[in-house]
């Protein structure tokens, strides 16, 4: 992971569209703003490419649609988390 400026600013607009896609393929509503999601949506890129390095897909030639498909359902297991610690707190 390139982690120049560049490399960062990189990081936080595929984070932020991880975060989106995440929302959108989970069921119902999210009531959770833009930043979590942003912050989510990030964390679930570090994972999708830790993960996708070690099974061997994390760097093919073109798009790589694994890391993107485990980024993805990281971001989605994030928010579940997320949501469930938040609404806990909130009772």
Not at 69 to 79: E, G, K, R
Request: aromatic content about 8%; proline content about 1%; overall charge positive.
């Amino acid at each position: 992971m390139d982690l120049s400026v560049g490399g960062i600013i990189g990081l936080i607009v595929f984070g932020a569209v991880i975060g989106v896609l995440a929302r959108v393929v989970m069921p119902g509503k999210q009531s959770i703003s833009a930043l979590v999601t942003i912050v989510l949506g990030v964390l679930g890129a570090v994972v999708g490419y830790f993960v996708a390095d070690k099974l061997g897909v994390g760097d093919t030639s073109g798009v790589d649609w694994m890391r993107w498909a485990i980024s993805v359902a990281a971001a989605v297991l994030l928010t579940f988390g997320y949501e469930a610690v938040s609404s806990r707190s909130k009772s």
